[in-house]
T-cell receptor
Framework: TQLLEQSPQFLSIQEGENLTVYCNSS?????LQWYRQEPGEGPVLLVTVVTGGEVKKLKRLTFQFGDARKDSSLHITAAQPGDTGLYLC???????????FGRGTSLIVHP | GAGVSQSPSNKVTEKGKDVELRCDPI?????LYWYRQSLGQGLEFLIY????????KSGLPSDRFSAERTGGSVSTLTIQRTQQEDSAVYLCASSLASGQGLVYGYTFGSGTRLTVV
């Protein structure tokens, strides 16, 4: 079973701070995705990374895929209360089309 | 439809009763996935449909759980003789085709919160 481990599990910060969350595995993934989930809603796709070493930016969010395609990170610059949510990473399990998800990082940004 | 629609949004049922959860995927999406999310847990895969067939149902926790999809569209997840440990949010997702989700992502519904009392 390919496991995706996310850290930290919880993060509580003040508006304006920077943060990084991590998604790690002992297995190689052909691609990884990051989702954000708000209370009472389903996860919403933020980004897909497919190439080792790839860096993608989405406004204040920077996503990186590790060179060996076993890990990924999400960095948020100058966090805002609207960034509050559960951040999940996901990758195809066992070479199939079915995504497996990490347990997520629950982020709270205080005004 | 414009998005993935799930109903009901909330369901409270008594232990031992059967429940049916419905998912209406985005029109034209041939791949459909069911997940379960418990408090503090990630998304647990249950079953995957390609069209009306289910190539992978390995995540169904017991034979009390079953799912079907008709007309390549609406899917129903049925839980028989519900137990308290079945309490969770049940999420449905769809993608244009099986491999497309890996590139373009999966569109999730808002889920059905099931509480077994």
């Amino acid at each position: 079973t390919q496991l995706l481990e996310q850290s930290p599990q919880f993060l509580s910060i003040q508006e304006g701070e920077n943060l990084t969350v991590y998604c790690n595995s002992s297995s190689v993934f052909s691609s990884l995705q990051w989702y954000r989930q708000e209370p009472g809603e389903g996860p919403v796709l933020l980004v897909t990374v497919v190439t080792g070493g790839e860096v993608k930016k989405l406004k204040r969010l920077t996503f990186q895929f590790g060179d060996a395609r076993k890990d990924s990170s999400l960095h948020i610059t100058a966090a805002q209360p609207g960034d509050t949510g559960l951040y999940l990473c996901a990758g195809p399990r066992g070479g199939s089309y079915i995504p497996t998800f990490g347990r997520g990082t629950s982020l709270i940004v205080h005004p | 439809g414009a998005g993935v629609s799930q109903s009901p949004s909330n369901k409270v049922t008594e232990k031992g009763k059967d429940v049916e959860l419905r998912c209406d995927p985005i029109s034209g999406h041939t791949a459909l996935y069911w997940y379960r999310q418990s408090l503090g847990q990630g998304l647990e895969f249950l079953i995957y449909f390609q069209g009306n067939s289910a190539p992978d149902k390995s995540g169904l926790p017991s034979d009390r759980f079953s799912a079907e999809r008709t007309g390549g569209s609406v899917s129903t997840l049925t839980i028989q003789r519900t137990q308290q440990e079945d309490s969770a949010v049940y999420l449905c997702a769809s993608s244009l085709a099986s491999g497309q989700g890996l590139v373009y992502g999966y569109t999730f519904g808002s889920g059905t919160r099931l509480t077994v009392v």
